[in-house]
């Protein structure tokens, strides 16, 4: 082998790791959750002037604390991922990678994400941190097989990093960041029901328990997506209630709203697959636009 093709070769090999890595942590997931962490960090009222190197420090800690909490779940259902097809090529399920070193990665990535958090914010996001990580990875992930209160559970982890930010940036537990917490907490269940919904064949051949009815997608579902779909709206005027944010953004919300009722209505009368998967990708525009409407209309 030349030089050239031996550099080739590692520099493949390195290409093939950090995409690995990047799977492990769920990439994507993991920037949309810590893309909420900052925003209501940056709507916390006594964040005034934004200091761009505490944001990326910010961002790194949390990919790291959503990164370990990630990897938990991928090492502990290895064999349960092997047998779907959604998951079937993630590196611990397809052998690419070693529970091992995926545990190890995740001991070390979960320590210095919740260390950056008390060092360079304060001890309350730090413990915030590290309970969401442990009622993700030790919690809602063994729970799935039990019973689909596994949602319920997952819910709160899934909303903590709303607190968190908001805990970064203040320094208290006010109302401001438990409305916040509220919005992606009722968010998730029409988001992962949809989600359950589309991959139900996958999820109860390897026996999760993740949508709320036994018989699998049901009238019943779908009415749980509308309600949670419901419920969102008074919990999305809150922000400007409470004075954190202006009117525009209070409409905004209002507006998105309104279009996931509508969406999880369709759900409801059509009960079928291309509905929950319309349901899926709203839900996925959805948050971007309320928290970026949010920060851009926020009361200072």
């Excluded at 994507?28 to 006594?46: D, E, G, N, Q, T």
């Excluded at 979960?110 to 060092?119: N, P």
């Excluded at 919690?139 to 819910?155: D, E, M, R």
């Amino acid at each position: 082998m030349t030089i050239t093709e031996n550099n080739s070769s590692t520099s493949f090999s390195i290409a093939s790791k950090v995409k690995d890595y990047f799977q492990l942590i769920k990439f994507s997931l993991s920037f949309m959750v810590v893309f909420s962490c900052v925003i209501c960090y940056l709507l916390a009222p006594k964040i005034v002037i934004f200091d761009w190197w505490m944001i990326v420090i910010l961002f790194v800690a949390g990919m790291l604390v959503t990164g370990s909490a990630n990897a938990i779940n991928q090492a502990v259902e290895k064999d349960t991922d092997a047998q779907m097809k959604r998951t079937g090529t993630r590196p611990v399920a397809s052998g690419r990678m070693s529970q091992q070193e995926a545990y190890i990665f995740a001991f070390v990535a979960g320590v210095v994400g919740c260390w950056m958090m008390w060092y360079f914010f304060n001890l309350s996001s730090a413990l915030l941190s590290a309970f969401s990580l442990f009622l993700y990875a030790f919690i809602y992930t063994p729970l799935k097989k039990i019973n689909s209160i596994a949602v319920l559970v997952g819910a709160f982890p899934g909303a903590f990093p709303c607190l968190i930010g908001w805990v970064a940036g203040n320094d208290d537990f006010a109302a401001g960041g438990w409305i916040l917490f509220g919005i992606q907490f009722l968010w998730q269940f029409p988001h992962f029901w949809a989600i359950a919904w589309v991959a139900h064949s996958d999820y109860s051949r390897v026996g999760f328990k993740l949508l709320p009815a036994d018989k699998g997608p049901t009238k019943f579902t779908a009415l749980q997506a509308v309600m949670y779909s419901v419920l969102m709206i008074p919990v999305g005027i809150l922000p400007h209630y409470f004075g954190l944010t202006g009117q525009v953004s209070m409409y905004i919300v209002i507006v998105c709203n309104l279009f996931m009722v509508v969406q999880s209505l369709r759900l409801y009368k059509e009960m079928d697959v291309k509905s929950a998967r319309r349901v899926m990708f709203s839900s996925y525009i959805y948050l971007p636009i309320v928290f970026l409407a949010l920060l851009a209309d926020k009361v200072h």
